[in-house]
């Protein structure tokens, strides 16, 4: 089965630039998706389609994917960034596959 | 305003059934695929099913293949899940989410139905 590989933990101070990575076999051929969940709340989609940010969304988040490799990027990271983040795509076309999140600490 | 309100959690005995809804409202719920995902308590997310606007195309994760039926009634803007045949390791958050087409992801969740299996 298909698996999607994230770093477990990440930290970053304060305006610097969080890059969290999602690594899977060929998973720049496929679209991914990005997932921001805050403690005790829903997800939320932060990024589509590797790189479309929806509407609502802040312009500091953002993606890229190529290769194995897909990451979301979050410039001038702010406090209220601090939350767990997932990556998902598509196995096939009927499979959906999550990654097993990164929780973002800003200190 | 786009709105999915999960219902039907709460404890079950390990081999009992359980349903689960999903009451959409705020778009045009016939355009969209609709999918369930959980998360077991402290724990990553899971996709669970999906299901084709119309009903007819529908897919699961393999470890509730024959003992979860996902389906939905266009008339009433309803997802169920049916549950049946219920292990510990169900236990977690359901939340029922809408599709964007084209492999686009989940765009909007309701805010999720606890399900207990514990005897």
């Known amino acids: 089965s298909y698996e999607l590989t994230q770093p477990p933990s990440l930290s970053v101070s304060p305006g610097q630039t969080a890059s969290i990575t999602c690594s899977g076999h060929?998973?720049?051929?496929?679209?991914t998706s990005w997932y921001q969940q805050k403690p005790g709340q829903s997800p939320v989609l932060v990024i589509s389609q590797d790189s479309k940010r929806p509407s609502g969304i802040p312009e500091r988040f953002s993606g890229f994917s190529s290769g194995n490799t897909a990451t979301l990027t979050i410039s001038g990271t702010q406090a209220m960034d601090e939350a767990d983040y997932y990556c998902q795509a598509w196995d096939s076309t009927t499979t959906v596959v999550f990654g097993g999140g990164t929780k973002l600490t800003v200190l | 305003e786009v709105q999915l309100v999960e219902s039907g959690g709460g404890l079950v005995q390990p081999g009992g059934s359980l349903r689960l809804s999903c009451a959409a409202s705020g778009f045009t719920f016939t355009s969209h695929w609709m999918s369930w995902v959980r998360q077991a308590p402290g724990k990553g997310l899971n996709w669970v099913a999906s299901i084709q606007p119309d009903g007819y195309e529908i897919h699961y994760v393999d470890s509730v293949k024959g003992r979860f039926t996902i389906s939905r009634d266009n008339a009433k803007n309803s997802l169920s899940l049916e549950m049946n045949s219920l292990r510990a390791e169900d236990t977690a958050v359901y939340y029922c989410?809408?599709?964007?087409?084209?492999?686009?992801?989940?765009?909007?969740w309701g805010q999720g139905s606890l399900v207990t299996v514990s005897s």
């Open positions: 989410a809408r599709d964007v087409p084209n492999w686009g992801g989940l765009d909007r």
């Open positions: 060929k998973l720049g051929h496929k679209y």
